[in-house]
């Protein structure tokens, strides 16, 4: 059974920085791309950014792009999403997951507090 485990979120003042980990089991990892979703308090879920298998490719939302990047570790079965000049409008449940033949999967996200 895929199992996701994000750490790393917290509190941190407007335009600072945090790391955010997710540790990735029972399943391929190294055979999918990895996503990183938040969902803002009163607003939808939305993917943030993705890396494919290999980490050749990564994609962002708009919001985000110059700000955050997403890396991987195939052999730590590890994936990070990198927070730099954080605003309060990424406050959110951070999750990562991964898309299977069972469809989106996701972890139980950690929690990104960010202040003015």
């Known amino acids: 059974q895929v199992r996701l485990v994000e750490s790393g979120g917290g509190l941190v003042q407007d335009g600072g920085s945090l790391r955010l980990s997710c540790a990735a089991s029972?399943?391929?990892?190294?055979?999918?791309?990895m996503s990183w979703y938040r969902q803002a308090p009163g607003k939808e879920r939305e993917m943030v950014a993705r890396i494919t298998w290999d980490g050749d490719s990564k994609i962002f939302i708009d919001s985000v792009k110059g700000r955050f990047t997403i890396s991987r570790d195939n052999a730590k079965r590890m994936v990070y999403l990198q927070m730099s000049r954080l605003q309060p409008e990424d406050t959110g449940v951070y999750s990562c997951?991964?898309?299977?033949?069972?469809?989106?999967?996701w972890g139980r996200g950690t929690q990104v507090t960010v202040s003015s």
């Open positions: 997951s991964v898309e299977t033949v069972d469809g989106l999967q």
């Open positions: 029972g399943f391929a990892f190294s055979s999918y791309a």
